[in-house]
C-alpha cells in the first residue's frame, strides 16, 4: 500500500512562491508515475505535473516556465516548485502515483491514478 502526504500550501501574494512536498511511504513500484493535479470547486481535476522513474517530466501549458518538479529519492518526496503564482493557481493540489505499465511519459488523466494524497490548499490573492 502506497501512502503520499502532500504539505506546502498556504497562502501567497500574486507573484510569489511556494513548493508543495509529497511524502511517498510504504511499497512503491520499480517503475512508477507520480503526478500533481489540481482543483477548484466545481471543475475538473486537472493534472498540473508528472513524472515518471526516469524522470521523465511533463508540465501543463498553464504552469510552463513557472512550475518545476524535482525529487530527493532519499527522502522519498516529490516536490513542486511553484514560481510567479497566479490568482488562477489558486487550487487544491494533490499529489497521485501508481505503477507505470507503459513506456515514455506518464498519463494525465486521472482516472490512470489509484493513489492519492489529501491535498494541500494554495491560495494566490491578487
Known amino acids: 500500500e502506497v501512502t503520499l502526504v502532500e504539505s506546502g500550501g498556504g497562502p501567497v501574494d500574486s507573484g510569489g512562491s511556494l513548493r508543495l512536498s509529497c511524502v511517498v511511504s510504504?511499497?512503491?513500484?520499480?517503475?512508477?508515475?507520480m503526478a500533481w493535479f489540481r482543483q477548484v470547486p466545481g471543475k475538473e481535476r486537472e493534472a498540473v505535473a508528472t513524472i515518471n522513474d526516469d524522470a521523465m517530466t511533463t508540465i501543463a501549458d498553464s504552469v510552463k516556465g513557472r512550475f518545476t518538479l524535482s525529487q530527493d529519492n532519499a527522502k522519498n518526496t516529490l516536490y513542486l516548485q511553484m514560481n510567479s503564482l497566479k490568482p488562477e493557481d489558486t487550487a487544491m493540489y494533490y499529489c497521485a502515483a501508481d505503477r507505470r505499465f507503459t513506456s515514455g511519459l506518464c498519463s494525465r488523466e486521472l482516472g490512470k491514478y489509484d493513489y492519492w494524497g489529501q491535498g494541500t490548499q494554495v491560495t494566490v490573492s491578487s
Open positions: 510504504g511499497y512503491m513500484w520499480q517503475s512508477w508515475c
